[in-house]
């Protein structure tokens, strides 16, 4: 997601502040998580047989652990901050790599012809480069400008949506939440956890999965999905006393790749049970994973390093992952592989996505932001 997404301790926390790098390293196992339940996605009839099978709720755990940090981060600095430079210090950690995304969905849109998308050969290229254009703000486009067919509101990087509500979270955190005790906050956060799990037991389908397209269904998915989690992970940061725990990033770890990639509950005769378990493991199995999370024992500099590497890429993994996965299920929707004929593609379109993701982020993004700080935060 990402939400949710960011390693805002490195970027804008004071440096007197302890950094928890746990919780980069958790960052980057949900985005690769999410990249492995993407590719199952592509073999599967439905999310009641797919493997991995729970991994769209990394972008509810990316939500809640970005609302943690945004507090950790900037709630003692509002007396030396504007909104202004609040807003700038947030485009420049989000904005890179969103048109970097775009342009690389674009770039990939048409070798994704295939029979799932059938019409990808007929859109004109300035439609294209319309829909990319637009997706640079991250402004969603309508149902009536959807290129692929998938009701998204951005086609060519689908994953941007969750992008999309982070900027709202942000907007409503320095708006106005900021300023909320922590009693008026834990209201918020009861009644916007009422409304998740109204959502996730009632939902048609089972789950919560949703939120990306323009239309009032799915606006209604994605504000769910985000004010819970952002708010509480706000609210966590503000009231919890972390604790100090061994080994924490490899329990944590485990814990939250067993919550992503638990199979299905409840089949297709109990939807509401699979519904109850996606509530409870945001409402309570991830404020525990990042509450363990922020414990600032680290097993040696080998994990050290491994957290760093797994923060750095997490963000880049997630948002420019998707026109690969793209190009993957239109090969499978095409060929019709055997898990056993795919599992070669399927590693091969893994590693690129890690290669392409330390690459954006090497010769792209950090240079970017560097560049973009020296001109629009710098003071002379």
Request: aromatic share 12%; hydrophobic share 50%.
């Amino acid at each position: 997601m990402k939400a949710q997404l960011l390693s805002e301790q490195q970027t804008t926390a004071s440096s007197t502040k302890p950094h928890y790098a746990i919780l980069d390293g958790l960052r980057g196992v949900a985005a690769l998580v999410v990249v492995v339940f993407h590719l199952c996605e592509a073999h599967a009839t439905s999310h009641l047989d797919q493997v991995i099978n729970h991994g769209y709720l990394a972008v509810d755990f990316f939500f809640l652990l970005s609302g943690f940090v945004i507090g950790y981060a900037y709630d003692d600095r509002w007396s030396r901050m504007t909104l202004k430079e609040f807003f700038t210090v947030r485009l420049i950690r989000l904005q890179p790599l969103v048109v970097l995304g775009m342009v690389i969905g674009a770039l990939c849109f048409y070798s994704q012809d295939s029979t799932l998308w059938p019409a990808i050969s007929e859109v004109p290229v300035w439609k294209t480069l319309l829909v990319m254009l637009i997706g640079f703000t991250l402004l969603p486009v309508p149902v009536s400008m959807d290129i692929r067919g998938w009701q998204e509101m951005h086609p060519l990087d689908g994953p941007a949506w969750s992008l999309f509500f982070e900027y709202i979270a942000n907007l409503l955190y320095a708006l106005g939440v900021r300023r909320l005790s922590k009693t008026a906050l834990s209201v918020l956060v009861i009644l916007a956890g009422a409304a998740l799990i109204h959502l996730a037991v009632t939902s048609p389908t089972g789950d919560v999965i949703g939120g990306w397209s323009l239309d009032p269904i799915q606006l209604r998915i994605g504000f769910t999905r985000m004010m819970y989690p952002f708010f509480a992970g706000l609210l966590l940061c503000r009231v919890a006393t972390l604790a100090s725990v061994k080994h924490a990033f490899l329990w944590c770890s485990l814990l939250l790749v067993l919550v992503l990639a638990f199979p299905r509950v409840g089949g297709a005769e109990h939807l509401w049970l699979n519904g109850l378990y996606d509530s409870l493991s945001i409402i309570l199995i991830f404020p525990l994973i990042v509450w363990l999370g922020a414990s600032r024992q680290l097993a040696g500099t080998g994990a050290a390093r491994l957290c760093k590497f797994l923060g750095d890429i997490s963000y880049p993994v997630y948002i420019t992952h998707y026109p690969l996965i793209y190009t993957y299920t239109g090969w499978v929707s095409t060929h019709k592989p055997t898990w056993q004929q795919a599992l070669p593609v399927a590693l091969l379109t893994f590693a690129a996505i890690v290669l392409l993701a330390y690459a954006c982020l090497k010769l792209y993004d950090e240079p970017v932001r560097r560049w973009l700080k020296r001109k629009l935060l710098v003071k002379n």
